[in-house]
């Protein structure tokens, strides 16, 4: 039974593997989305996801911890100083999978693993569907609302001229 044992084990030895993710994760974040397999994209989603809940407190303490994942100082001082302000108000989920067609060599399912942040392309194509959104027609319900809004200071004013006219004769 494999109770508890949730991490891929990608058909190498620990070692090997932890080394193969820490470089995978200092990709990512020095490139902002990486292409590779699709289970190595899900191994290290479960990576490097901690890693950058932890980058969201910048101390001495958090710091080294992931140094300790990722052994790299100058890629820590990028997470810590431009990534963390950008995913700073995100509660979880910083990074996106993407499935790509099969590898020609092996037919290997192959992903696209970014930073949900620093995604132009994507942001850009939900904001041009938000502004064709916005040049559809009216709905009758809001026509409605703006007969009402308009006939209000229409009779409002005429409201006034009575009230002048009355007061004048």
């Known amino acids: 039974m494999r109770h508890g044992k949730k991490n891929n084990?990608?058909?190498r030895t620990d070692s090997?593997?932890?080394a193969m993710l820490a470089n995978?994760?200092?990709s990512l974040?020095?490139?902002k989305r990486i292409q590779t397999t699709l289970a190595k994209a899900k191994a290290l989603r479960m990576y490097v996801e901690p890693l950058l809940t932890k980058s969201k407190t910048d101390t001495t303490h958090?710091?080294?911890i992931v140094f300790s994942y990722l052994q790299d100082k100058e890629i820590v001082t990028e997470l810590f100083r431009d990534v963390a302000a950008k995913i700073a108000n995100r509660p979880g989920g910083y990074t996106r999978i993407i499935k790509l067609n099969n590898r020609l060599g092996d037919n290997a399912e192959m992903a696209l693993i970014e930073l949900v942040d620093y995604n132009e392309v994507y942001g850009k194509e939900v904001e041009s569907a938000e502004k064709k959104t916005t040049r559809r027609g009216r709905t009758k319900a809001k026509k409605a609302d703006d007969t009402t809004v308009a006939a209000t200071p229409a009779t409002e004013e005429a409201?006034?001229?009575t009230k002048t006219e009355d007061k004048g004769e």
């Open 9 to 11: 084990h990608l058909g």
């Open 16 to 18: 090997h593997r932890k």
């Open 24 to 26: 995978m994760a200092s």
């Open 29 to 31: 974040i020095k490139h």
């Open 62 to 64: 958090s710091r080294r």
């Open 159 to 161: 409201a006034v001229e």
